[in-house]
DNA sequence: CAAAATGATATAAATATAGTATCATTTAAC
DNA sequence: GTTAAATGATACTATATTTATATCATTTTG
């Protein structure tokens, strides 16, 4: 059961490295050194947190990644939802499907509370509050 | 992100329906035409509920189930432990594996403390107080 | 002994997660 | 203006997990 995926987790990582540069640009290469993550992978993470402009890619030689906002404002629950979807723990167990368990699903009502507590408790885990851990 | 497996929804559906019976010896066969929950699987999901002394099989003709203790015993940590293994939401991300992260794993400590608190609200979950619900 | 139940267990199919690879485009420096 | 070093887009592969299915053995009642 993990809350947390791996490409999430590697978001993370990045995204405090980054904070602790205080805006120097940094590359993709550089972070594959320091946070020994595959390289493909991690491109490919990166380039999706451009598109949701969580960083602000700078193309070319030279280039690289800066945050586009910051680190106070970046939250976990925002990195979640762009490499897991949709935060919802108490996801129908027959998703997609027209569920044909609804009269007899007592379980989902219960987790939809957890869940609240559980959201919430993520929101409030942001960049910036890692960061002040990681020294 | 799905808190409970299918087999966990099942095993719950078909565990409130015994608890129903009020002590009534249940066959697989019933619950299947009950609950709709797929022949061969709901089978194998009895099979491991006795393993695990939740129920009670009762072998040959005229066999089935009855739970083997009363509902308000039986919690939903229980049957999760059974199908999904462990509880830890915060389960490492590179699990199995010497994890290299250890040291940069600002992510985890957060985790395992909502993790105390979902446990709990799932330790609650009874069979006996979804079967209120049921009704 | 036959029928109706469970036990054990192997296998398959579908889905999700994790990771790789390739080629195109942009920009700076020479 | 060519080259090198960066990102962009995207298709592909591999592995693990989830969701089943299928088969044969064993037990018990009538
Ligand atoms: S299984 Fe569909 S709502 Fe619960
Ligand atoms: S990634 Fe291993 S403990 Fe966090």
Redesign the pocket.
């Given at each position: 059961m993990k809350l947390v995926?791996?490409?999430t987790d590697y978001a993370v990582r990045a995204l405090v490295y980054m904070a602790q540069q205080r805006g120097r640009l940094v590359?993709?290469?550089e972070m594959v050194d320091e946070l020994r993550i595959?390289?493909?992978?991690l491109?490919?993470i990166?380039?999706q947190l451009?598109?949701h402009a969580v960083l602000k890619?700078?193309?070319?030689?030279?280039?690289?990644?800066v945050l586009s906002l910051p680190a106070e404002k970046i939250r976990l629950t925002d990195v979640m939802r762009i490499f897991?979807g949709s935060l919802e723990i108490s996801e129908c167990?027959f998703?997609k499907q027209v569920c044909p368990n609804r009269a007899r699903c007592f379980l989902r009502k219960r987790i939809v509370s957890i869940e609240a507590y559980v959201v919430n408790q993520l929101r409030a885990i942001s960049i910036a509050s890692l960061l002040t851990e990681a020294r």
């Open positions: 995926t791996r490409d590359t993709s290469r595959p390289r493909a992978f491109r490919r990166l380039q451009g598109r890619p700078i193309k070319g030689k030279m280039g690289g990644f897991q167990m998703k």
